[in-house]
């Protein structure tokens, strides 16, 4: 694109970075700001700026946090006997959304992929070792995404925790509630058959 | 959405703001932001500062510039005596895509629209006068969105530069190249049926 002035282009190619903007869509948002009044704009790079200088993270489940344990951790009402392992706060959202869950959290702050170059060491594991050896919690619930890189950080998980007396368990996959047999993917059906459980446990009653 | 973090809220409210972007795209965008190294985030939101701060228009066509008085204002090679009427800079970018187009601009920066409370006082259309008054213009193109806030505005302009001495002519609507005549809208066939060129004139020889 040839843009008619730097400022405009520089905008335009810092907003183009973020994942799934184009630089039509990148031009369209920048010029969209730059007819907002200067006190709007303002408040949305200050907005952004204090998040990135003043963030911290849960000490305890490593989860986004204002404070220094979040209130999860801190919720008497919840059971800390339970930890839910997830990829980042979103999963968290996710899971407190569906109000079927009331256990503590681990966030990983990502998944191990070798081809990003992320490595168990670029994730939270080690805190959630030490959490583990405490010795208080009695269950692990591996709630990762069923993608490749959720499947090997499960994996490393599983070696990791095995030898620890702690439960292990992952969340169930199979077909979505409203999906349609003959639109299943084979993997997901096949896997969903060899993977039955007794109707009584099947919550359909 | 419940957020862990009102830090964190914010900044995905005000993502929230832009066009086209909703709380779940938001978070997104923030939460990439937020892995980036702090010198990305602020090499981001400085940007945007320095754009609101520091952008300046051209004087004469009111295209957004670095300079007082922009490229192609200055432009010894392009034909001053024609000046083609846009909304905004993205519609200077698409014509000079073309490469069809010699001439200069003016920016209006907007469209007539009561809905969203633009009037013509709004927009760029005193300083159109003012050109056209120096004498200098022989051709005045409308070159707007065929959407009814462009029809409009070249029902507005055409009022008040019809008893200037320059000729007035309007981009040309029609079916688009590779249209199929099936699929055409029925105004934009009617309309391209009782607006037709001689065949001469079609460039289509």
Not at 17 to 37: E, M
Not at 74 to 89: F, G, L, P, Y
Not at 119 to 133: Q, V, W
Request: charged letters at 25%.
């Amino acid at each position: 694109m040839n843009f008619s002035s730097k400022l405009l282009e520089n905008a335009v190619n810092e907003f183009a970075k973020l994942p799934g903007v184009g630089q039509r869509t990148a031009l369209r948002l920048v010029l969209h700001l730059l007819n907002q009044d200067k006190t709007e704009v303002s408040q949305f790079t200050e907005a952004l700026n204090r998040l990135k200088e003043e963030i911290r993270f849960c000490q305890s489940c490593y989860n986004i946090s204002d404070v220094a344990v979040c209130e999860i951790c801190a919720s008497q009402k919840r059971d800390h006997s339970i930890i839910c392992v997830v990829e980042d706060t979103r999963d968290v959202m996710a899971i407190e959304n569906t109000a079927q869950y009331q256990g503590g959290y681990h966030v990983l702050g990502g998944l191990i992929s070798p081809m990003d170059g992320i490595g168990p060491s670029d994730l939270n594991i080690e805190p959630l070792l030490e959490r583990l050896k405490a010795g208080e919690v009695k269950e692990v619930i591996l709630a990762l995404s069923a993608t490749m890189e959720g499947d090997t950080t499960i994996f490393f998980l599983y070696k990791k925790l095995k030898d620890l007396p702690v439960q292990i368990s992952t969340i169930a996959r199979g077909i979505a509630f409203g999906g349609e047999l003959e639109y299943v993917d084979e993997i997901t059906l096949g896997r969903s058959i060899a993977t039955r459980i007794p109707y009584e446990n099947s919550l359909l009653k």
